[in-house]
């Protein structure tokens, strides 16, 4: 998507066949919107519609689809993940180049015994070659997975180019050029990667054509492991979570969401919808234009789906069965469209089940807040009558990059009411900030849920009725607040009357921390870089004769 005739360039294929494809989608379809036609001087260009060249790019598509499924699947089993080579084989390939520059002209016995005596090789020399030859594999799997990455690069910008033919370019969604940089950011990483493991096999050959033992050979030999634990150090530290383009939900670890609303009028849709990235989002799209059509007459189609939102939610967390999702569905979706909105070609349960996980890891006290109302519903709804404000507040308590706090407030009576919510931290930015809110009045929700009524707290389908009833009518404010040191933190959260009066007070204590595992895995990395540069500097300064003779 960036510059318009670069679309060949992310996909970096060897064969001719490929290129050829890619040729293809910068010839037709970098001006989409023109034919090749108009691009003559009134030659006899054929001319190609907008359907033919969505439906060349589908193809293109569905191939490095297959490709990148192959790949995937490698990667996992592998080397990013299962045996995790791209760890194993630098530090095994690191270790062979130490024990050959270490070893120097003697040999083990053992070694004297068997290999030198048939192969003619010393020690050292052997290390050598089994050093060349791990770093060989080493060098084959990052091409495959930078070709992996390249791979969904393209794909991502063979979809960006379709949908800028239909009229909806992904480049107007937010976070799309946050995503694309990130993956070009990781083809980089690997770029990178191959330089420094390739620098590392030049070193060693260098050395073994001199002469592991002498002065050349020695340094060259030195220059091999240090780059060697270097390409090891360069992984560790800029390692990433793995994405793709070949499952739906593929790109959803590697999205981050650039911004968020701070009210929330349709609480499960915005939430879930902001954490799509941008593929997913169009797709969404076309879901929304199916649901809509699906739904029966009269019903207002917001409060429809984030009813159907909130089913999928309680589904996943066991609190609903089946059969009592389907027949909640069934009172807004019409009966012969049940099985098309449910099971979705797109959004299945599969999915729906991936977007909430992936949800409830970034913004878990929005998942705890409804799950206290709905115990509260279930449990203490007599105790919710009797209160004109309702309000509850939540936000996690170990903060690692970012705080997400959320405030729930309903008005329990029959008239508008105006509060102003304040959030005041001296360990968070922003600081002290408020917001000035009109809340609608909800008298009627909860005054009309009673026995009397017919209303069975303890009957699930009575409990998400009401739930959607009192979640439709709160409001909601979601802020993201930023660390600004580590350790033990303090937020404080106070609603008030217009004039000043305290209504409701909580304060927050929370923990501020780094993340373990990648802490870890920058240490570790940094530090073997530091024992890669410290050994170039020994061996430089000894060649020259400055440090040892």
């Not at 009210?263 to 076309?286: G, I, K, Y």
């Not at 649901?291 to 159907?308: I, N, V, Y």
């Not at 909130?310 to 059969?323: A, K, N, P, Q």
Request: aromatic share 10%.
């Amino acid at each position: 998507m960036g510059e318009e005739n670069d679309t060949d360039e992310p996909v970096a294929e060897p064969d001719a066949a490929n290129a050829k494809d890619l040729s293809m989608a910068e010839d037709n379809f970098e001006i989409p919107l023109e034919s090749k036609s108009e691009g003559n001087d009134g030659g006899d260009g054929e001319h190609i519609t907008d359907e033919e060249k969505i439906a060349n790019l589908q193809k293109m598509r569905d191939r490095l689809v297959r490709r990148e499924e192959h790949l995937v699947n490698l990667d996992r089993l592998f080397l990013s993940d299962g045996l995790r080579l791209l760890i194993i084989l630098p530090a095994v390939g690191t270790i062979f180049f130490f024990l050959s520059w270490f070893a120097g002209e003697v040999s083990p016995t053992w070694w004297m015994d068997s290999v030198e005596a048939s192969l003619s090789l010393n020690f050292a020399q052997g290390m050598a070659f089994l050093g060349l030859v791990v770093l060989f594999g080493d060098l084959g799997i990052l091409v495959i997975t930078r070709q992996r990455y390249a791979t969904t690069h393209a794909i991502f910008r063979i979809e960006g180019i379709r949908y800028r033919i239909e009229g909806r370019p992904l480049e107007s969604m937010h976070g799309t050029s946050a995503l694309m940089n990130h993956t070009s950011g990781v083809i980089q990483h690997r770029n990178l990667a191959l330089i420094i493991i390739a620098v590392a096999m030049a070193c060693a050959c260098g050395s073994f054509l001199a002469g592991i033992n002498t002065e050349f050979g020695k340094l060259a030999m030195l220059f091999a492991t240090c780059m060697s634990l270097m390409g090891l150090a360069h992984h560790l530290m800029r390692e990433r979570k793995s994405y793709n383009v070949c499952e739906r939900w593929g790109l959803l670890d590697a999205y981050s969401p650039p911004l968020h609303p701070a009210t929330l009028d349709r609480v499960f849709t915005e939430v879930l919808t902001n954490h799509m990235d941008p593929l997913l989002a169009s797709r969404f799209d076309s879901f929304l234009r199916d649901f809509h059509k699906a739904l029966r007459p009269g019903l207002d189609r917001s409060f429809a789906q984030e009813k159907l939102f909130m089913l999928h939610h309680l589904y996943r967390e066991g609190l609903i069965d089946t059969s009592q999702r389907k027949e909640k569905v069934l009172e807004f979706i019409r009966d012969e469209h049940f099985n098309g909105i449910v099971n979705h070609e797109w959004f299945d349960d599969e999915l729906w089940t991936r977007l909430l996980r992936r949800a409830a890891e970034r913004v878990p006290a929005f998942f705890r807040l409804v799950e206290r109302l709905r115990h509260k519903i279930a449990a203490k709804l007599e105790d919710m009558r009797a209160q004109q404000l309702i309000v509850d507040v939540d936000m996690e308590t170990v903060v690692f990059d970012r705080a997400n706090l959320f405030c729930l407030m309903f008005n329990n009576t029959g008239e508008e009411k105006r509060v102003v919510l304040r959030i005041q931290s001296p360990d968070f930015r922003p600081g002290d900030f408020s917001y000035t809110c009109k809340l609608k009045p909800g008298l009627n929700i909860l005054s009309g849920k009673s026995e009397l009524a017919g209303f069975d707290s303890g009957d699930m389908t009575d409990v998400i009725s009401l739930m959607g009833d009192i979640l439709g009518a709160s409001l909601m404010l979601w802020q993201t607040l930023l660390p600004l040191h580590l350790g033990e933190s303090t937020v404080s959260v106070r609603i008030e009357e217009p004039g000043g009066e305290l209504i409701y007070g909580r304060q927050i204590n929370v923990r501020v921390r780094s993340e373990y595992n990648r802490r870890l895995s920058a240490g570790t990395g940094i530090l073997l870089l530091g024992f890669s540069l410290f050994g170039m500097a020994i061996g430089i300064l000894g060649h020259w004769g400055l440090f040892f003779s």
